[in-house]
């Protein structure tokens, strides 16, 4: 039996603005800004992809660009009559100039590459940034006379922010370029500098080598030189005298960090979250820029989208395969498998959730929530009726997907150190497990919750399988760290563990000779092995023998009993076989009594994935494509269904070695808007375009609209229409 399920998202974001007519909001909007610069009484700054300006004491910004390219970096010449920045406009960040008043852009580089404004010398040429003229990828900074439309090229490596002194013959100046790396408290090897140029110099000098943190943004005022640094663990706003020394801290930000400077007459205004703020050097004080927008705020209207399942963050089947689970953007949602209604089963606005996974008894549901501002576990009723159940208020960094034993009391799961926790499925008594920080993944139990299986990267970069006892707390590598060996999977009666490891070392590059020395390729890396956990039990693959006749070996299997597992270390690599299958590009190994389940891709970029199955059996023993172009898969927890992601449909098959039966006919889902939220109460129609089904599903729980920082009165809906399985 297959069934078939289209998820259609129907809204996947709608923000409510209100702006005329019956819409009105309480107070003005603000928004997001970026890149300001100041001049005077006058603030420039990038919100909504434009620039806008505004006066230096705040109000209502005015709209000064309106090009569907994105414009930032401003900047305003010393004169106060020309605004220059980067836009977009034809497609590469090139350099524009415009009045400041308003007026057409000209477009002064033709660079095909990433051109940067970076501010105005003193006597009124451009600085910007470009890698045009490098033989690497590296940033160097260019004067432009905006009066000659000349160009010439500073002899710096790698230099990025840059201001001058008083004399135009000094150049402080910030290398190499940023790393693209928002890591707090960086100190690697392209954290940057401050660096001084004076014109005759053999070479520039580094004043900031002290220090092995960011310090970038130079700005010249006053015979010392202002700049950004985290030597107190945020980004702020330091100072030092031309040498490098006699260091100043101006700003004591914490958590948001001092973004986007620009320095006018002893004032500095500087990005901070998403507002602005302004510092006076010399009274040594400040504060935040209130400013709001006049806009229409197109990006927050309703938006419609055709791929809803681009937005799909996990899926998960039922125990039973009764239904699934899914999450998108953040929000929760279970979709039975046969009719009945698809319920949201998360409801807080402003949380995100992520991983969710049915817990064994079918009726929880296992979460990562962000409510707390870390991921915590919760529980949450899979039809979405009552509360949900905090299990964790200790989290410290990013977690991943919880896995719930068998017997739902325990739960494992891993983190972005790369360690293996355990704990009991209350959130008590949690413990690390793994042994080394290289990396942990594909986590299995047992059929009796008491061992766990998974991979763990050994410090020579391979993958091994380790396997872990409860009871003992002992941990034991099943697998050499000489090969990769992934994927552990179960058999039903814990006497076989299935996994893949890639030991067919034949290259298709028969040779290292050539005009290319090629190096070896393996095309078909993977076997699939069994490992016999107890001494004496041969692997459900070896042929027959006179000492292991068909009618002993269908005896012994049917005699034998579910229970607790039982596992012989001592040997047990030695009791490892291969399965006789081809081997293969192979990934994610399942099994259940009757079959192996596992994906093969080729070896292209982007290349098809199959499901392919083979039956547990000492003949016959061939392998079947169960369905083509799949984006995944996993199995229930009884081992009887499959729920498989193809394209932007999900199958729900019975977990057999077989091809999946050919699809019923396709039947169609209208969608509808959800504007009207204001009632609280929502009614959405789905109705077949051949007329075979209809129906109307209505009293979703009310919704609440949340004000965002930054957003005004807004409000996230999600809304998950599924179509109903057939036989």
Not at 49 to 75: F, K, M, N
Not at 108 to 116: I, L, V
Not at 239 to 245: A, F, H, Q, T, Y
Not at 456 to 479: C, D, W
């Amino acid at each position: 039996m297959i069934h078939r399920m289209r998820i259609t998202l129907l809204s996947m974001i709608l923000t409510a603005i209100f702006t005329a007519g019956s819409f009105t909001f309480a107070e003005p909007v603000k928004g997001y800004y970026r890149f300001p610069a100041l001049h005077g009484d006058v603030i420039v700054f990038s919100a909504e992809g434009d620039l806008w300006t505004v006066d230096a004491g705040g109000g209502v910004a005015r709209r000064l660009t309106t090009h569907p390219g994105e414009e930032s970096h401003p900047a305003v010449s010393p004169d106060g009559k020309t605004l220059a920045f980067t836009a977009t406009y034809e497609g590469p960040s090139e350099v524009y100039t415009m009045p400041l008043e308003g007026g057409v852009p000209t477009r002064w580089t033709y660079e095909a590459d990433a051109s940067t404004v970076v501010g105005f010398t003193p006597d009124g040429r451009l600085l910007y940034t470009t890698r045009a003229f490098s033989t690497l990828p590296n940033p160097q900074l260019a004067c432009l006379d905006i009066k000659t439309g000349q160009t010439t090229l500073l002899p710096l490596s790698q230099a990025s922010d840059g201001s001058y002194d008083g004399s135009l013959r000094t150049l402080y100046f910030a290398r190499p370029g940023f790393h693209n790396n928002n890591t707090k408290r960086y100190q690697g090897g392209t954290a940057r500098n401050i660096w001084r140029y004076t014109e005759g110099d053999a070479e520039a000098v580094n004043l900031t080598a002290d220090f092995a943190g960011e310090n970038f943004a130079p700005m010249w005022w006053d015979n010392r030189v202002y700049y950004v640094c985290d030597r107190d663990g945020t980004w702020n706003i330091w100072s030092m005298d031309p040498e490098g020394k006699d260091l100043k801290q101006h700003t004591f930000h914490s958590g948001w960090e001092v973004k986007s400077p620009s320095l006018d007459r002893g004032r500095i205004i500087y990005q901070l979250g998403a507002d602005l703020h302004v510092i006076d050097l010399e009274k040594n004080d400040g504060g935040v820029v209130p400013i709001t927008l006049a806009s229409d705020f197109d990006q927050l209207r309703e938006k419609w989208i055709t791929d809803p399942l681009n937005y799909l963050t996990s899926a998960n089947i039922h125990p039973t395969g009764e239904s699934i689970v899914l999450t998108a953007r953040g929000r929760v949602f279970t979709a039975p498998v046969e009719g009945g209604r698809l319920v949201r089963v998360s409801h807080k606005e402003g949380v995100r959730y992520r991983d969710t996974v049915f817990m064994p008894d079918g009726k929880t549901l296992l979460a990562l929530s962000d409510e707390s501002g870390e991921f915590e576990f919760v529980e949450m009723a899979a039809d979405g009726v009552g509360p949900e159940e905090k299990l964790t208020d200790n989290g410290t960094i990013l977690r991943f997907r919880g896995v719930p034993s068998p017997d739902g009391k325990r739960i494992a799961f891993t983190d972005k150190n790369n360690d293996l926790w355990l704990m009991e499925s209350d959130g008590n008594n949690q413990k690390k497990i793994s042994s080394n920080r290289e990396g942990v993944y594909d986590i299995a139990w047992s059929p009796d919750s008491r061992w766990l299986a998974f991979n763990q990267r050994a410090f020579n970069s391979f993958v091994q399988i380790h396997l872990y006892s409860l009871e003992t707390g002992k941990q034991v590598p099943l697998t050499t760290d000489r090969i990769n060996s992934k994927s552990p999977a179960w058999s039903p009666d814990g006497r076989f563990l299935y996994f893949l490891s890639d030991r067919n070392l034949r290259s298709v590059v028969g040779s290292p000779w050539g005009t290319r020395q090629p190096e070896p390729f393996f095309n078909a890396p993977f076997k699939i092995y069994a490992l016999s956990l107890q001494k004496g039990v041969a692997s459900p693959f070896k042929p027959d023998t006179e000492l292991s006749p068909p009618a002993e070996k269908a005896k012994r299997a049917k005699s034998k009993a579910a229970g607790a597992v039982k596992i012989d270390l001592e040997g047990i690599r030695r009791r490892i076989r291969e399965v006789p299958i081809a081997p293969g590009n192979y990934s994610h190994l399942q099994s259940n009594e009757t079959a192996l389940f596992w994906v093969e891709s080729g070896h292209e970029y982007n290349a098809p994935a199959a499901l392919k199955a083979v039956k547990i059996s000492n003949h016959d023993i061939e392998p079947a494509v169960v369905m083509e172009g799949i984006r995944d898969y996993n199995m229930s927890l009884n081992g009887k269904k499959l729920m498989i992601l193809k394209g932007n449909d999900f199958y729900v098959v019975d977990a057999a070695p077989s091809k999946a039966n050919a699809l019923a006919r396709r039947k169609s889902i209208s969608k509808t808007s959800l504007f009207p939220w204001m009632s609280g109460k929502i009614s959405v129609k789905y109705l077949s375009m051949h007329g075979a089904w209809k129906g109307i599903i209505s009293g979703i729980p009310e919704c609440t609209a949340s004000t965002g920082p930054r957003f005004g009165t807004s409000i996230s809906l999600l809304w998950i229409g599924s179509r109903r399985g057939w036989s």
